[in-house]
Each structure stands twice: as C-alpha cells, then as structure tokens.
C-alpha cells in the first residue's frame, strides 16, 4: 500500500481465513515524495514504486518470509517528471513508467539477481501531452505499448524491442481521441482486436479495431459512443459468446452499459443503461463464481461500494441486497485476492484499507472483524501478492 501523503509503503501479512491484515515488521517503508502504486516482479523478489514529487522509482527486494522491504542498492532510480505507474511489459523482462509532467516514457531493464534498474538506450521515449498509464497488447506479429495522452487527446502506440525494450512510435501515431482520453482496454473476439478509451472530458468512448501486424488503430463507425458526464474506464467482461462494456461516469453517478459488436466492435447500449451507482464512481471490477457474476463500483464521494449481479445473456445490471456497501473516506480503489473471497479497498481519505468478505452466492460485502486497518496517509491502491486477482494494477 502505498501511502502518496506520508511518502512510505505500508505493508501486511494476509490471514487467508479471516482476509484479516497484520502489519509486517517495521512497517511502514521509505519510499521518495508522493508514492502512486506499487508493483511486484514476475518472480515476487522486488517491489517498484513511482515517486511522484521526486521524479523516480524506489525499489526493493521482498523477504519472502517476513514481507519485509529493503532498498535496493542505487535506489531511487532517476525517472522524468511526475512518474505516474511502474508497469512490466508482459514478457516481464522490461519496466516502463509513464512521466506525465515531462510527457515521455522512462524504459529500464531489470538486473534479474539484484532488481536494479538499468536505463534502456534512448529512454526516455517521447509520448503526448500529460500521458497517464501505460498498457500492452501482445498479437502473433510481437507487443506492442499504448499510452493514452491526457493533455493531447490521443493514444501513442509503440512497437517494443523485444531484445532490448526500446519503443518505436508505429505509423499513424498518435491516434486521436476524445477529450482527456484515459487508460486503453482491450476486447479481444473471434473476428478481431478492438480498443476502447475512456474520454473523461468529452464524455463518450472511442473505440478502435488494432491491426494485428502493425499495432495500429483504427476508428470504427460510430466512435465516440456517447457515455455519462465524466466517464473514467472501460472495463468489460463476456459470457464465451457475447461481450459486454462497462464505464463509470464520475459526474453522473451511474454505470453506462454496452454490448459489443464480436465483429465490427460497435457499442449498443443495453436496455437500463445507465445504471445508478453512489457519488463520484470510479472503474468496474467483476468477480465470478460457479453460479453468478457479480460487479462492483467504487463510490469515492458517498464512501462505499455500489454490487450487482450480472445478467449474462444481457449485460444488465442488478443492485445487490444490501448495496452500497460502506467503506472508509474517499475510497480510490477496489483489489479481489485469488480466492474471491476477499476485497480490498483504499480508503485515501482516511488512512485506512477496508477488508470486506465477499458472499459468494449473493455478491453481498461485509467488513472482516478488525476492518479498516490503518495505512499511512493517503494510501493510493492495495497491491496484493503476484499471484492475486487485481484488476486496478
């Protein structure tokens, strides 16, 4: 957990019955000024996080016993201005982070016994205007990176090394977007790829097919699809045959719901659609279960989680007995660990994690005895063990 306003990583032991957290020793760890997330190695020796208002990366190798932190020698790592996110490229041999104030990617190697980072030749690499997260798409042809720009209105797509890492812009780039585009999702159906953003200030969704050789997108008909005031990510689940989108919209206080097109990649809103959620939602994360589907909603101004139950042939959603659940103040993330059995929540507002058990035959949510525990201040989003469900990082 990493803590932006007392500039440390508090870190806990799980109790995999209760869901319970105990804090680890010594906790919390120095990080560099205004920690965002923190991000694990593929292996789970290291941990990585961007430090906002010091303009590099802290790091650290992982007791595996005790879940104890200590800096990495070299650490902090030099980045650009305003690092945003740590993210490893699914080969999970390279580092990327996004500097939205100096408007470029800073790419690193990782020494594999020591978890240093080692800058990549001609890192960093240019993006837009205010980029924000990075994602990646790996086609048959090799992987590819894509940045969504803030302050431009657009999506910068790159093409990785994938000997040395390095990012070349493809043909085409950047590609326009909306007003205030954030991150890209991926929808992948028999008939093709297709790319989705969130545009936070236009209030609607673009939607791209990708070209599975170059990288590049392309608008399909209809794009923008119009969403609520203040959209903030696409986030989507499928029952095998059909594929459904999701936005929350921040200003609008509700959940826009789309079918989606397995060929063209077109949006239809379902019938219901928006759908009420509490004040200020941000993001979607779904959580299955042998007999039901369930999603759930942050509410960060009404402090709580908005659930439903998922109709499956229709996309539909269906308020859960009992939501919104309550959570701390301002809550800015949801994490599910491996189970399903368990959801973990950011309060920022209150310096505290929400543990909630998650009822697995109604989706209802009720706090684990001890819940909140308290975090430093501010604490920006749970990261849960490498081998957990979170869908926020």
């Not at 694990?40 to 996080?49: E, K, L, M, R, T």
């Not at 690499?125 to 048959?140: D, K, L, Q, R």
């Amino acid at each position: 957990m990493a803590n932006s306003g007392s500039n440390n990583i508090s870190a806990y032991l799980i109790d995999n019955t209760s869901g319970a957290l105990t804090a680890v020793a010594d906790s919390p760890f120095a990080t560099g000024v205004s920690p965002s997330g923190v991000t694990f190695d593929p292996s789970g020796q290291f941990a990585y996080v961007a430090n906002a208002g010091s303009n590099n990366v802290s790091a650290y190798t992982i007791n595996t016993t005790t879940g104890a932190l200590t800096a990495i020698a070299g650490s902090p790592f030099a980045a650009g201005a305003n690092p945003s996110t740590v993210t490893f490229d699914p080969s999970g041999q390279f580092i990327y982070v996004v500097n939205a104030g100096s408007n470029n990617v800073s790419a690193y190697t990782i020494n594999s016994a020591t978890g240093a980072l080692v800058p990549i030749a001609g890192s960093p690499f240019a993006a837009g205007t205010g980029p924000s997260v990075i994602t990646f798409n790996t086609p048959n042809s090799g992987e590819f990176a894509y940045v969504s720009n803030a302050g431009s209105d657009n999506v910068s797509v790159y093409a990785i090394n994938s000997a040395t890492g390095a990012l070349t812009a493809v043909a085409g780039s950047p590609f326009a977007a909306g007003t205030h585009p954030s991150v890209v999702t991926f929808i992948t159906t028999n008939s093709g790829e297709f790319a989705y953003v969130a545009n936070q200030n236009s209030n609607d969704v673009s939607a791209y097919s990708v070209d599975a050789v170059s990288g590049a997108l392309t608008a399909i008909p209809g794009s923008p699809f119009a969403a609520g005031a203040g959209p903030s990510v696409v986030g989507y689940t499928s029952n095998g045959n059909e594929f459904f989108a999701y936005v929350a919209n921040q200003n609008a206080n509700n959940v826009s719901a789309y079918s989606v097109d397995a060929t063209s990649g077109a949006l239809t809103a379902i019938t219901g659609s928006p759908f009420a959620a509490g004040a200020n939602p941000w993001g979607i994360v779904f959580e299955y279960f042998d007999s039901a589907e369930f999603a759930y909603v942050v509410n960060a101004g009404s402090n709580d989680v908005s659930a439903y139950a998922v109709n499956t042939t229709t996309g539909a959603l269906a308020p859960i007995a009992g939501s919104p659940f309550a959570t701390g103040a301002a809550p800015n993330s949801l994490s599910i660990d491996a189970s399903g059995e368990f959801a973990y929540l950011a309060n920022y507002g209150s310096g505290s994690v929400s543990v909630l058990s998650i009822d697995a035959t109604t989706g209802a949510l009720a706090a684990v005895a001890g819940s909140p525990f308290a975090t430093g201040a501010n604490p920006y989003s749970v990261t849960l063990p490498i081998d957990t469900f979170d869908p926020w990082d």
